[in-house]
């Protein structure tokens, strides 16, 4: 009986090893095109994260015999005040989606409607987009400096403020600078998503609204926003995960300072990663980034995977 | 009310979306007239006085930014150059089986690259930043060229297959039923069709590279290729004063060059996310 098992067991694998042979000569080419993408996923990505991972259980400096240390990363940083400071900090920063999301869609159906002019005004749009985020910083940082910035210095001529506002010695005044600041520099990405999408709406439907008489209002509540609502979906999550990552921009304006108060987490990651080389510990914070993007990642893929449903039926 | 007087809600509407679209120019125009103005200003002009308009210009504060900034732009040249063709190795016969071949297994390579295309890629630079130490990649340009790939390529793969579906649906039989081979049909009637678009991928990752500074400034330290980015920075974190005017001239520098290849080839990359 063993023996028949065995048997069977073999064929079995047999028949598998024949199929894989067939979709292998079937498919060989497909399969050579694909191993570029595969080999960067498994070296770029997966590898470095789970060896990341494996880091953020050790102490773990840059030179020298890193150290098992279990999960005291994680311990320590549920532990440690400026964690905590530095999560209020991102949950402030990241209000900033809501920001992009207004201007993102307010852009793109006012530029519905223009009918010249159309690419100059898309081209301003995305300046401040397109340039370095350490370049979009400096920028702001000039114009708001409270020594030399122009901003303070025609305020306080023109006698509206009597003293120049120090706001990077204050924590809530600094990252409410930045917050805003992330809001004017990372619209576009939404409105350039919105704006394909409303492109894609067909005229007639919205002359069958006006036909039966519905106001502008309506059109926009019974037409585009139905057709908007993937494009929406899949800006939210884009944006969720890019403002969760930012670094340069708040870096370059207010060093993560005053103390911990503008230290996002991606921030706090940098502070351990270069000030104290402690490698262990910033990739427990990249952990707890992960996790908290990972809500977004399903957020996209359940919404490709229902317009990919609606495309093929 | 739109209904007895249709003409009027709607003048309404478009005024507010006039309104909307000149508040965001004058939010983008504004600070950077301010930016364009400041870079002619002489050192007197820049700290002791609030015209916008500098009264006599020079062009000082631009050759002092050139030259400080000589080496980095051609540090950030060759990096983000790099990095832009290895991305298409990559990119291009990855995005091309995603676009228009059937095979098993697709939807799972589709969610990895889905996925890697959300990953919160910023964390990577830890673990990579380990293993280029290590293995003597940290300080070097190649190093660079490899880490940028983290996020440089799902965007690539993302924005070219969907460029790649949309070619007409029987190029290749046509192709093969003039004699060519499976490659060949790729290689002489696929690829001149999508240089352009390939040619807008490839701009797209060359300012990914150009723009980023963590990863930059994370794999490299003072003796090694300092990009334009990481020489922006330090600048002005150098606890000295800055000299405003130059610096602005430096933003100009450093900024332009992205923007001029995104409005190039904006009309290839916009529609990757357009959902229905």
């Known amino acids: ?313 | 009310m739109s209904a007895k007087n249709p003409s009027l809600g709607d003048r309404f509407w478009d005024f507010a979306s006039y309104s909307f679209i000149f508040f965001l120019i004058a939010s983008i125009v504004g600070p950077y007239s301010i930016v364009v103005f400041s870079s002619f200003k002489s050192r007197q002009e820049i700290f002791g006085s609030l015209n916008l308009i500098p009264t006599a210009p020079t062009l000082e504060p631009w050759m002092a930014a050139f030259d400080a900034l000589g080496g980095p732009l051609l540090n950030s040249l060759m990096i983000a150059t790099g990095t832009a063709a290895l991305s298409l190795l990559i990119t291009i016969p990855g995005a091309y089986v995603f676009g228009r071949k059937e095979f098993p297994g697709k939807e799972y390579a589709f969610y990895a690259i889905i996925s890697a295309l959300l990953f919160p890629h910023l964390i990577l630079v830890v673990p990579i930043g380990a293993w280029w130490l290590e293995y003597g990649l940290y300080n070097t340009i190649p190093g660079l060229w490899i880490a940028y790939q983290a996020f440089v390529t799902p965007m690539a793969i993302w924005v070219l297959r969907d460029f790649f579906e949309g070619l007409p649906d029987n190029i290749e039989e046509a192709a093969r039923v003039y004699g060519c081979s499976q490659f060949e049909a790729f290689l002489r009637v696929v690829l001149p069709l999508s240089a352009p678009a390939i040619a807008a991928v490839g701009f797209l990752s060359f300012l990914s590279g150009w723009n980023d500074f963590l990863f930059a400034n994370l794999l490299t330290n003072n003796t090694g290729p300092q990009t334009a980015t990481v020489a922006l920075f330090n600048t002005v974190n150098s606890g000295e004063q800055i000299l405003w005017s130059r610096m602005m001239a430096a933003v100009i520098i450093v900024g332009v060059p992205p923007l001029v290849l995104y409005l190039i080839s904006r009309r290839y990359l916009g529609n990757a996310f357009s959902v229905s």
């Open chain 1, 1 to 313: 009986m063993f023996a028949r098992i065995q048997k069977g067991l073999s064929t079995n694998l047999g028949h598998r090893y024949e199929r894989v042979i067939a979709v292998l000569k079937e498919h060989w080419f497909t399969y050579l095109l694909f191993l570029p993408t595969l080999l960067y996923l498994v070296f770029i990505v997966w590898a470095p994260f789970i060896r990341g991972i494996w880091m953020s259980l050790h102490i773990w400096p840059a030179f020298g015999v890193p150290e098992w240390d279990g999960i005291q990363n994680y311990t320590y940083l549920l532990g440690w005040d400026p964690f905590f400071t530095s999560v209020r900090a991102t949950a402030i920063y990241m209000t900033m989606t809501i920001l992009q999301l207004i201007l993102a869609l307010g852009a793109s159906l006012a530029a519905r409607n223009l009918s010249r002019f159309d690419n100059i005004v898309d081209g301003i749009f995305l300046i401040p987009y397109t340039m370095p985020p350490v370049v979009t910083g400096t920028v702001w940082l000039y114009i708001l400096h409270p020594n030399s910035g122009p901003l303070m210095g025609w305020l306080l001529d023109s006698g509206i403020l009597s003293e120049p506002i120090f706001w990077r010695t204050d924590g809530t005044l600094s990252i409410s600078v930045l917050t805003l600041v992330g809001a004017w520099t990372f619209w576009q990405l939404g409105y350039l998503i919105f704006a394909a999408s409303i492109s894609g709406i067909p005229d007639e439907h919205y002359e069958t609204a006006r036909v039966y008489g519905a106001s502008r209002i309506q059109q926009f509540l019974k037409v585009t926003m139905p057709h908007l609502k993937g494009a929406f979906i899949i800006v939210v999550s884009l944006r969720i995960v890019r403002n969760l990552i930012k670094v340069s921009q708040p870096l370059q304006m207010t060093q993560g300072g005053p103390g911990f108060d503008t230290s996002v987490l991606g921030i706090l990651l940098y502070r351990f990663t270069l000030n104290q080389r402690a490698y262990g510990l910033a990739f427990a914070v990249g952990f707890i980034m992960f996790l908290l993007a990972i809500g977004a990642t399903f957020l996209f893929i359940r919404e490709f995977r229902r317009g990919q449903m609606e495309a093929s039926a």
